[in-house]
């Protein structure tokens, strides 16, 4: 079952050509509707703790919630509306197991190129209906290279549980860019400085991958990418579980507990 799982010799040459690979119908209705129960249920959790200062940084609204040991995302256009969550499978049983389910781990070994894998982050994107805001142009590599010196082989697994579409604010994709290197980023200083500037790219490059719900995208760290808001009347929302090379910690540990030896939650 695990190896049937494995990236086939067609998915190698995709990610070696375009950087990703998207498998559709990787999960079942009943199972997307599941794991979004689980994901509600984290945000309702979320919502219900006790408010701290919320910062704006770059193009994006933070809260840090140390008792919790993550990160709470606000609209920055309404400041009283989760836009996601990093890290957040310590804080749900459910979607802990989900993070080590095989559709889930068996590809990303053979874009970490290593057999023995666990878990880097974990992030939920929430694009509540004609609320929720973009996520910018970006690679995810310049957000990891100084915590982590597994960055560079740090693979994501991006499951959709609503269909994703243009209106709703899919995800964008530049075929081919993870093989360019880091691109020029924008000039300012702090979190900001990590997007890429958009004045200086061709976004006419962006690919939009319209999904079924249950569909899974799985791609590297220097993958460009971003997504649009959502201007439909449904909700569009995503898991995205990073998985690093064994041996190194989790991010929780080296952004929260660094004192302290990597744990499972």
Known sequence: MSESLRLD???????EETGFVLRRDVFAPSECRAIADACEA?????LAEQRRTKHTVGSYMFELQRRLETIVKWEPGAPDLLQGVEPFAH????LYRWAHDPRFVEPCKDLVQQ???ILFTEKLNVKR????GPIVLHQDFPYWCDITEAA?????????LDDATKENGCLEVVPGSHREGLQERRPIEGFGSFEIDTQKYDQTRLVALEVAAGSVVFFGPFLVHRSLPNLS????RALLYSYQPAGYQHMRDLTWRQSRPQENP
């Open 9 to 15: 010799a067609r998915e190698k040459a995709a990610l």
């Open 42 to 46: 984290l945000v309702d959790r979320l």
């Open 91 to 94: 804080l749900n049983d459910d």
């Open 115 to 117: 057999d023995d894998v």
């Open 129 to 132: 209906a004609h609320k929720g």
């Open 152 to 160: 560079p082989r740090v693979a994501t697994a991006m499951v959709f």
């Open 233 to 236: 009347g449904a909700d569009r």
